[in-house]
């Protein structure tokens, strides 16, 4: 080894996270899309039979479409580095939304 090595002690690069950061927010938003268009589809019979895309599995099929469209909008135009805070919120909100007594309040 050489004495004369010298050593790169300068900070390292951040690492680029931005679209990792876009789809963890765009799942909090997708989840939270998710509940909030189930409780309106079981809340308002018009709202519900324009989620009804499948008679056999009724609202659920539009809800469920409706909540993929916004996971995939949401991801494809978020491209700036984001919190990934936002993203845990949604989904701890999204998450309780979806529990009856809940859902229910609203």
Request: hydrophobic residues 55%; without cysteine.
């Amino acid at each position: 080894m050489d004495s004369r090595e010298t050593r790169d002690f300068s900070p390292s690069p951040s690492l680029p996270s931005g679209y990792g950061a876009a789809a963890l927010l765009s799942a909090g938003i997708g989840s939270f899309a998710l509940a909030a268009i189930a409780i309106a589809s079981d809340r308002n019979a018009g709202f519900r039979r324009l989620m009804t895309l499948y008679k056999p599995t009724g609202p659920l099929s539009g809800v469920t479409t409706a909540a993929l469209l916004v996971w995939l909008i949401v991801w494809g135009v978020l491209h700036l580095p984001l919190v990934s805070a936002a993203a845990i919120v949604l989904l701890i909100v999204a998450f309780l939304l979806m529990f009856p007594p809940i859902a229910d309040l609203f």
